[in-house]
């Protein structure tokens, strides 16, 4: 189990101790765990530093992104003054869709991206991205839908 399917596993395992033989718990969540947690919030903070801090000390990363942690807090108070519009084909029914990406949008891609190893990779690139999309620089390309609205 993962995240909120540990916690299933965790109450299968206390109801039916003899049914179970083995449980692999992966990112495991505590029942009474919420995503306001202090805990998590600090974890989630911890990571973007982290990140940032990575980015800064590899030079072909600060030359691409330079001042990432700036762009970042920059880019998230511009979003939750001035949403971007957003259009782009939903991938399974093939129908127009126009939304606009808010600052909370911003923060929930990015915390899923972080902390889905691989796309860690990806979060300098995305944050430069919609930093000039919120200045006009450009606009959100359909790569770039692709990673932020994909159906889950």
């Not at 108070?77 to 939304?99: A, C, D, F, M």
């Not at 930093?131 to 006009?136: D, H, I, N, V």
Request: charged letters at 20%; aromatic letters at 8%; hydrophobic letters at 45%.
């Amino acid at each position: 189990g993962r995240s909120y399917g540990s916690v299933l596993d965790m109450e299968v395992v206390r109801h039916d101790v003899g049914g179970v033989r083995s449980v692999v718990l992966n990112s495991p969540n505590v029942k009474k765990a919420s995503w306001l947690d202090l805990d998590r919030m600090a974890s989630i903070k911890g990571v973007y530093r982290q990140i940032f801090a990575d980015c800064a000390a590899s030079s072909e990363c600060a030359a691409a992104y330079p001042d990432l942690d700036q762009v970042f807090r920059a880019t998230a108070e511009r979003l939750s003054v001035n949403p971007i519009p957003v259009s782009y084909v939903h991938p399974r029914v093939g129908q127009k869709v126009e939304t606009r990406m808010s600052h909370s949008d911003f923060l929930d891609i990015l915390t899923v991206l972080a902390g889905s190893g691989v796309s860690a990779a990806h979060v300098p690139s995305l944050v430069w991205t919609v930093a000039e999309a919120s200045q006009g620089k450009n606009s959100v390309s359909k790569e770039l839908l692709a990673w932020l609205y994909m159906p889950f």
